[in-house]
């Protein structure tokens, strides 16, 4: 392991930094268990990606179900933009986010706004991919009983610096949303990707990073269970 990777590990576990080097999420090997895709159930849940359905892991959905009773007597709801999403669509994603930051950064070089792309979309050259390829990520947030969102400080995808899941500058309602959020989601098991509020995992390099475990339980070799039933 390159020392730059260990002293940014050391930085996250004395809470000196709050997110890990993409290089040590990477380093994490997969033991994939074999855990097939399954449908997220469209009457359980708020569906805020309208244009396909959902899938996920059969353990996150059945975790996110968990959630979901417990904020039912809040009378809340949680509203889910994505969870799996193939290599094509994260190859394209990543290509249109590109395009955004040579107009947002315009006189950042190459390997600068390669950086930031890196932060913001997984590169599917890189063996799996990001935690959406593995079918373990999920990117969500609050809604009210009627569907609307509560004010997370940003739009889904709106990236700066009130993106970062412990910004201190946001307003009261929008940190209790987001505390609301973080504290039921690591209830049943998930962990945070501390740069985006929404990102949530379970099973993926990057949950067995942030969790110190020896090695991920999902990989990129998903398959789809059409006939599972909840």
Not at 2 to 23: E, G
Not at 83 to 111: F, G, V, W
Not at 148 to 177: A, P, V
Not at 195 to 207: A, I, K, L, T, V
Request: glycine share 6%; aromatic share 10%; with cysteine.
């Amino acid at each position: 392991m390159k020392i730059r990777v260990l002293y940014n590990i050391l930085l996250v576990i004395f809470r000196i930094r709050a997110v890990l080097p993409v290089d040590a999420i990477r380093r994490v090997k997969i033991k994939e268990c074999g855990e097939e895709l399954i449908l997220l159930p469209n009457e359980l849940f708020f569906i805020l990606n309208k244009s396909a359905n959902i899938y996920g892991r059969r353990t996150v959905i059945q975790k996110l179900l968990k959630v979901e009773k417990i904020l039912e007597k809040k009378g809340f709801q949680i509203g889910v933009f994505e969870i799996y999403r193939d290599k094509i669509t994260q190859k394209s994603m990543r290509a249109q986010e590109y395009e955004h930051l040579k107009k947002e950064y315009p006189l950042y070089s190459n390997e600068e706004l390669e950086k930031i792309l890196n932060r913001r979309v997984a590169n599917t050259t890189r063996a799996v991919g990001g935690g959406h390829q593995t079918g373990g990520a999920v990117d969500l947030t609050l809604c009210t009983k009627e569907g609307i969102q509560l004010d997370m400080g940003t739009e889904y995808l709106e990236f700066n610096e009130k993106t970062k899941t412990c910004c201190k500058t946001l307003m009261k309602n929008q940190l209790k949303n987001r505390e609301l959020l973080l504290k039921l989601m690591k209830r049943v098991g998930f962990v945070n990707y501390p740069n985006e509020w929404w990102h949530f995992s379970y099973g993926d390099q990057m949950w067995a990073a942030y969790k110190y475990k020896g090695k991920a339980i999902y990989g990129d070799k998903c398959i789809v269970n059409e006939n599972y039933l909840l």
